[in-house]
């Protein structure tokens, strides 16, 4: 909406202002703060006279956990509503990009909300099927890739981006719109597999979104791509202004959910907020970066995706518990220092993933 403002920069020059990514996407972050923590408190309190017990908590798990009982859940609804809001007030709303990112976010979050509310309703673990909503996930996911690539230069239509090697790309061919999907799909859900334990998820999230709304702004800066010699890719660089939005909306949802939490994030935002990175790792280019980035994630998945097969074939786990960050509590491991080890982790997987843009 602001960025409309620039349109008379002519007539008066200090709305030029409003043309840079960067101070939109400054305010951006600080508009998605300010919101989270003036609403949320009245979000907190709706949540929980309409979910009475609270997000059910796994017998299973660790002893820790049974004294979260009564916690609510569907705390993503306090991050989406900050994001939308500030994306609306900030970004170009022009930009296909933004849109695609933004109907991700939103369709992985209605999926999420659903499963959130199948469990709250029912208080049990089994919410939405398992097959339908990766179905319906797979089908946004699609969409949105397609928009994405029919943006794209000619040449990276359908290729994948190698880093390191500054002209490598990977021709898929139509299989580009089932890789590209399966990217975004896995995200949403290793991120969502993430969310254990409180402040886990979200500060792994903004750091990677960080490290994205780096990557984006000079994917999408005909100068500096090709200073890095990265892809350029126009109209890119708005993206950061939504990732600023989720760092602004994240520092207000931890305010919140420290220790010990006062609310949940919930499938609702993880999906969503999973959903969102892997949309911008498709439409940067940077796909096989976002492995790195996001390791954290993509480590908390296979730990989860390794026990299961164990056990399906020998009877045997690998781990105490799955995902890993349980495992690690089973074996001692107070839940704060789960938590900060694992944010130690998250920036360095994502200083790892910032030096790929100079390795070339």
């Known amino acids: 909406m602001?960025?409309?403002?620039?349109?008379?920069?002519?007539?008066?020059?200090?709305?030029?202002?409003?043309?840079?990514?960067?101070?939109r996407a400054g305010a951006a972050t600080v508009t998605a703060l300010f919101f989270v923590l003036a609403f949320g408190p009245?979000?907190?309190?709706?949540?929980?006279?309409?979910?009475?017990?609270?997000?059910?908590?796994?017998?299973?798990?660790?002893?820790?956990?049974?004294?979260?009982?009564?916690t609510p859940t569907m705390g993503g609804l306090m991050i989406l509503s900050g994001i939308v809001v500030s994306t609306l007030l900030w970004a170009n709303l022009t930009n296909p990009f933004v849109w695609s990112v933004m109907?991700?976010?939103?369709?992985?979050?209605?999926?999420g909300f659903y499963d959130d509310f199948l469990k709250v309703t029912k208080q049990s673990h089994k919410g939405f099927s398992s097959k339908a909503r990766l179905a319906l996930e797979a089908?946004?996911?699609?969409?949105?890739?397609?928009?994405?690539?029919?943006?794209?230069?000619?040449?990276?239509?359908?290729?994948?981006?190698?880093?390191?090697?500054?002209?490598?790309?990977i021709n898929l061919g139509v299989f580009f719109l089932a890789f590209a999907p399966f990217v975004i799909v896995a995200a949403g859900n290793a991120v969502n597999l993430t969310d254990g334990l409180d402040?886990?998820?979200?500060?792994?999230?903004?750091?990677?979104?960080?490290?994205?709304?780096?990557?984006?702004?000079l994917s999408g800066n005909a100068i500096f791509s090709n200073y890095l010699q990265i892809h350029f890719i126009p109209g890119t660089g708005e993206i950061a202004v939504i990732l600023g939005a989720v760092i602004g909306a994240g520092l207000g949802f931890l305010w919140f959910n420290a220790p010990p939490a006062?609310?949940?994030?919930?499938?609702?935002?993880?999906?969503?907020?999973?959903?969102?990175?892997?949309?911008?790792?498709?439409?940067?280019?940077?796909?096989?970066?976002?492995?790195?980035?996001?390791?954290?994630?993509?480590?908390e998945a296979a730990?989860?995706?390794?026990?299961v097969a164990s056990f399906k074939l020998t009877g045997k786990r690998v781990f105490r518990m799955?995902?890993?960050?349980?495992?690690?509590?089973?074996?001692?491991?107070?839940?704060?220092?789960?938590?900060?080890?694992?944010?130690?982790?998250?920036?360095?997987?994502a200083l790892i993933g910032l030096a790929t843009l100079k390795l070339r």
């Not at 886990?200 to 702004?217: E, R």
């Open 139 to 169: 089908i946004i996911a699609g969409l949105a890739c397609y928009v994405i690539s029919r943006n794209f230069p000619p040449a990276l239509q359908t290729s994948v981006a190698v880093p390191v090697f500054k002209d490598v790309l």
């Open 303 to 307: 730990s989860v995706i390794i026990q």
């Open 199 to 217: 402040g886990l998820a979200i500060v792994p999230v903004m750091i990677a979104a960080g490290t994205f709304g780096f990557i984006a702004y």
């Open 42 to 70: 009245s979000i907190i309190d709706l949540l929980r006279m309409k979910q009475g017990k609270g997000q059910p908590i796994r017998e299973d798990g660790p002893e820790t956990h049974l004294l979260k009982r009564g």
């Open 103 to 111: 109907g991700v976010t939103l369709g992985f979050g209605a999926i």
């Open 322 to 349: 799955a995902p890993i960050h349980h495992h690690y509590e089973k074996k001692g491991w107070k839940e704060p220092q789960v938590v900060i080890r694992f944010w130690i982790i998250a920036v360095i997987l």
């Open 2 to 23: 602001f960025f409309w403002l620039s349109d008379f920069a002519t007539t008066f020059g200090p709305l030029n202002v409003f043309r840079y990514i960067t101070f």
């Open 262 to 299: 006062q609310i949940f994030m919930g499938d609702t935002g993880s999906l969503a907020l999973g959903g969102l990175l892997g949309t911008v790792a498709v439409a940067t280019k940077h796909e096989i970066v976002f492995a790195i980035v996001g390791g954290l994630f993509v480590l």
